[in-house]
């Protein structure tokens, strides 16, 4: 999973990634004006991974 947590990592605004494994889960904090849940999950789509569904307030950080 070090694939996506690299590939994660270095999108514009990324601050923090961890990929749950077990949980089958990636959470990343990130500045939501540099990007945004959607664009992080085409990066995880173009590793050829499926990603069902996107939750923004798990993957942004809080104010």
């Not at 085409?42 to 996107?54: C, F, I, M």
Request: negative net charge.
């Amino acid at each position: 999973m070090q694939k996506i947590e690299h590939a994660v990592a270095h999108q514009d605004g990324v601050e923090k990634v961890k990929v749950l494994f077990n949980a089958s889960k990636v959470k990343a904090e990130f500045d939501d004006t540099k990007t945004s849940a959607q664009e992080l999950a085409g990066v995880v789509e173009k590793l050829g991974y499926t990603v069902d569904k996107v939750k923004e307030k798990e993957l942004t950080k809080e104010a």
